[in-house]
């Protein structure tokens, strides 16, 4: 399967491995991310600040299109604030499946629009799928 897979991408992405799936794709609950953000550890502690409210209301839009207004704070799954190379490192969960989809840059584009006062380039890698008892998926 990789090799018919690699014969039809373009050459900077390439296939390892495939796997049957174990579980149905329906499992997938929610995914892990690391966010790097280069800014000499200057944004920790307003950033810690902000993962930890009560409420962090924003749009997002839907399926069809319109604009409704959610609250981030309690789809918030897990998070850590690190230092990483001088830098801020975010590791977080958020949900990632077919009925709930939280996109971590609607969560940082929220940070930004009430911090004005600040803003940094940022790198989000997806570091895993997990299921609803937040298992790796497979």
């Known amino acids: 399967i990789p090799s ?12 390892i491995s495939a796997f049957e799936p ?3 794709v329906s499992n997938i609950a929610f995914a892990s991310y690391d966010v790097y953000f280069d800014d000499g550890f200057e944004i920790c502690e307003k950033l810690s600040e902000f993962l930890k409210s009560k409420s962090i209301i924003t749009e997002k839009r839907t399926k069809k299109g319109d604009m409704k207004q959610i609250d981030l704070a309690p789809k918030i799954k897990k998070y850590s604030l690190e230092k990483a190379n001088g830098n801020t490192l975010l590791k977080i969960i958020l949900p990632a499946g077919p009925n709930d989809n939280i996109n971590p840059s609607l969560l940082l584009d929220a940070f930004y ?6 803003y ?3 790198n989000v890698t997806r570091t895993d799928i997990l299921d609803i ?4 998926f497979s």
């Open 22 to 24: 174990k579980q149905k």
């Open 113 to 118: 629009g009430g911090n004005n006062d600040c």
């Open 120 to 122: 940094y380039c940022y």
């Open 133 to 136: 008892s937040l298992k790796q």
């Open 4 to 15: 018919m897979l690699n014969s039809v991408c373009p050459p900077d992405i390439r296939f």
